[in-house]
């Protein structure tokens, strides 16, 4: 499934300023663990951004969640998900939230690594930032505050960035990028696949599980009979046939997305539209709708957002690249997976609590009032 909260990695991912929670000290008694073979991890495609309310929010207080104790202040939620109807924020602080406390365990494993810049390296970037703002007219103390940020706090951010671009630049080599492009080059291949899902979150509750992907299955061998019954009865041939049913099979499942799903995709039947192979969704479900047939649905698929079925309706084929050709997009899959290498093997080790969602002054509570994720990852 796509991050479904595009406007918000739009800020989260694009910009300093929310790529990563405050710099704190390591974990104590917690030495620097080693890496893990990379897992491909979610990452978003960035869109513009819904315009913000046009009645100011005033600076949230409080905290989101800890990490380890380290705390995520409100307000770094905030930041990103004003940009969503009020409708949407259940769903969206959840990946948000998600998000920053990934980026505070990195920031917690760079620290245990000893990775660090200098005042003096974050005050130069902070110096060019303000030049490029100053050819564009904009001032940088508003910008600023337009963004809910103190100097000190962007600091903190621009040092958190800075260091995880000095520990990529270790890692990230030529002859690890080359490796790593030589090992997988078809996920460079420039391969497409539109697909439809159907989605239900059942949360964490095993019975509630096991239901969802009944339902699942259910729909699927519903679907299945009728695109059968509909080539049985199609005249012509096999061509033919096989045209019927994929047309009754997209038209079901299109209605069975609109009907069950919880994605905000199912609008539109469940269409995702084209995907590549890595980059915009979840390994998971990347993995499978890449196996799919066109027009063959999968079984029931796992991911952090619950329980998928999908349906592959279209398929653009890559072409084999070059090396060279493509660098940088090795070079950027590496860094994902490096970053999700990393999340992985700190996040069993690490204890995160996270409080009940609360929402600014003048705005309505959040929906339910209840913990955007739940407690979870006690230390042992």
């Given at each position: 499934?796509?991050?479904?909260?595009?406007?918000?990695?739009?800020?989260?991912?694009?910009?300093?300023?929310?790529?990563?929670?405050?710099?704190?000290?390591?974990?104590?008694?917690?030495?620097?663990?080693?890496?893990?073979?990379?897992?491909?991890?979610?990452?978003?495609?960035?869109?513009?951004?819904?315009?913000?309310?046009?009645?100011?929010?005033?600076?949230?207080?409080?905290?989101?969640?800890?990490?380890?104790?380290?705390?995520?202040?409100?307000?770094?939620?905030?930041?990103?998900?004003?940009?969503?109807?009020?409708?949407?924020?259940?769903?969206?602080?959840?990946?948000?939230?998600?998000?920053?406390?990934?980026?505070?365990?990195?920031?917690?494993?760079?620290?245990?690594?000893?990775?660090?810049?200098?005042?003096?390296?974050?005050?130069?970037?902070?110096?060019?930032?303000?030049?490029?703002?100053?050819?564009?007219?904009?001032?940088?103390?508003?910008?600023?505050?337009?963004?809910?940020?103190?100097?000190?706090?962007?600091?903190?951010?621009?040092?958190?960035?800075?260091?995880?671009?000095?520990?990529?630049?270790?890692?990230?080599?030529?002859?690890?990028?080359?490796?790593?492009?030589?090992?997988?080059?078809?996920?460079?291949?420039?391969?497409?696949?539109?697909?439809?899902?159907?989605?239900?979150?059942?949360?964490?509750?095993?019975?509630?599980?096991?239901?969802?992907?009944?339902?699942?299955?259910?729909?699927?061998?519903?679907?299945?009979?009728?695109?059968?019954?509909?080539?049985?009865?199609?005249?012509?041939?096999?061509?033919?046939?096989?045209?019927?049913?994929?047309?009754?099979?997209?038209?079901?499942?299109?209605?069975?997305?609109?009907?069950?799903?919880?994605?905000?995709?199912?609008?539109?039947?469940?269409?995702?539209?084209?995907?590549?192979?890595?980059?915009?969704?979840?390994?998971?479900?990347?993995?499978?709708?890449?196996?799919?047939?066109?027009?063959?649905?999968?079984?029931?698929?796992?991911?952090?957002?619950?329980?998928?079925?999908?349906?592959?309706?279209?398929?653009n084929p890559g072409k084999?690249?070059?090396?060279?050709?493509?660098?940088?997009?090795?070079?950027?899959?590496?860094?994902?997976?490096?970053?999700?290498?990393?999340?992985?093997?700190?996040?069993?080790?690490?204890?995160?609590v996270v409080a009940a969602?609360?929402?600014?002054?003048?705005?309505?509570?959040?929906?339910?009032?209840?913990?955007?994720?739940?407690?979870?990852?006690?230390?042992?």
């Open positions: 499934m796509r991050l479904m909260s595009r406007r918000a990695t739009a800020l989260l991912v694009s910009t300093v300023v929310l790529s990563h929670a405050p710099a704190q000290s390591p974990v104590p008694g917690q030495p620097a663990p080693a890496v893990p073979a990379p897992v491909v991890p979610m990452t978003p495609a960035p869109v513009v951004p819904a315009a913000p309310p046009a009645k100011p929010i005033e600076r949230p207080t409080g905290v989101a969640a800890t990490v380890n104790a380290q705390p995520i202040p409100e307000v770094s939620v905030w930041r990103a998900l004003r940009q969503f109807p009020l409708d949407e924020h259940p769903v969206a602080r959840k990946e948000i939230l998600n998000h920053l406390i990934e980026n505070t365990l990195i920031d917690q494993y760079l620290n245990a690594l000893k990775i660090e810049v200098t005042p003096a390296e974050v005050e130069k970037l902070l110096s060019e930032l303000k030049g490029e703002l100053k050819k564009a007219n904009k001032d940088y103390p508003k910008e600023l505050e337009a963004m809910m940020l103190t100097e000190a706090e962007f600091m903190i951010e621009v040092g958190a960035q800075m260091k995880w671009d000095k520990f990529l630049k270790t890692q990230g080599t030529d002859v690890a990028l080359q490796g790593f492009f030589e090992k997988r080059p078809d996920l460079f291949d420039g391969s497409l696949v539109r697909a439809r899902h159907i989605l239900i979150t059942p949360g964490t509750d095993a019975a509630k599980i096991a239901e969802a992907k009944k339902k699942l299955m259910d729909i699927k061998a519903t679907i299945a009979a009728e695109g059968d019954k509909a080539a049985a009865a199609a005249p012509g041939d096999a061509l033919a046939k096989e045209q019927a049913r994929a047309k009754r099979v997209e038209e079901l499942f299109g209605q069975f997305a609109k009907d069950h799903s919880t994605c905000p995709s199912k609008a539109n039947g469940g269409d995702l539209q084209f995907f590549p192979r890595v980059g915009a969704m979840v390994e998971p479900f990347a993995e499978a709708a890449f196996k799919l047939g066109l027009f063959q649905m999968s079984d029931v698929v796992e991911t952090e957002f619950g329980v998928h079925l999908i349906l592959a309706v279209a398929k084999v690249r070059k090396f060279e050709e493509v660098k940088e997009d090795v070079r950027a899959v590496f860094a994902m997976q490096l970053r999700q290498a990393v999340v992985t093997q700190m996040k069993p080790k690490s204890q995160i969602a609360t929402a600014p002054a003048g705005l309505p509570a959040p929906m339910g009032g209840v913990p955007a994720v739940p407690v979870s990852n006690p230390k042992p």
